[in-house]
């Protein structure tokens, strides 16, 4: 019986054969994951467990993005239903106006006589201030004066120095807060750009004022330029489409 047993035993335990290995091999399965290459249970480099991790990390990405996503056209079309945007205003008076789509700032610019050219860039609304008590009023109230910043650039030849004129915008007048004069080329870069306007002689202040008013830089000009929230409720519509997009992308 033992020489019986020995060639067995051998026979058990000796290496499989190519053919034997192949078959084996074809006869394990291979697991298929969505978004993912096959995975076969020999391949230690992806097991399993880490592309089922994958896999719903996938989908719970893909779901976050789809409720973004819905967000944004509802609140797109809740403008849109609320106030249809109107045709952005291009002139007013003697100015043109660039409402510079995509951008906080509108652009104004117009001759003066026959030598001067004025340009002025106004910003959407980025300030503001408690507004002052009525009389009688109780002080709750939360009511705010909202500012922009309006920049005048005056010019009398091309190439030459323009000057410049920084003002605050309010809500019904336009305050002059700095004035110098700008060189085109070379300007230093602490150049002397004079005192604040408010530390002028009030006679002189008075006459800048005059200056400025005649070319149109006027208290309607401050009304004008205020009346930006359909300018800005157009950027906000345009904001949310440009997000919607970059999270459509693939």
Partial sequence: MARLIRPLRKSILSPLSSSSSKILVQQIPTLHFAHEEQVSLL??????QQCLRTYISEMRK????GHVLRLLRNEIQYELDRSPPNQPVTKFKSFTVNNRPGEQWI????KFEENEDIKIEATMFDG???APKSKGGSGLGKEVQLHITMIV?????EGGNVLEIMCSVWPDTIEIN???????D???AQAYVGPEFKELDDELQDALYEFSEARGINDDLAISCMNTEEQSKTEFIRWMGTV???IEKK
């Fill in 43 to 48: 391949n230690p480099k992806l097991l399993p």
């Fill in 62 to 65: 893909s779901a976050f993005e």
């Fill in 244 to 246: 919607k997009s970059v």
């Fill in 178 to 184: 700095k004035l110098f004069v700008r060189e085109p």
């Fill in 186 to 188: 070379n300007m230093p």
């Fill in 128 to 130: 503001a201030v408690p």
């Fill in 107 to 110: 652009s104004l610019r117009r």
């Fill in 153 to 157: 650039n005056i010019s009398k030849k």
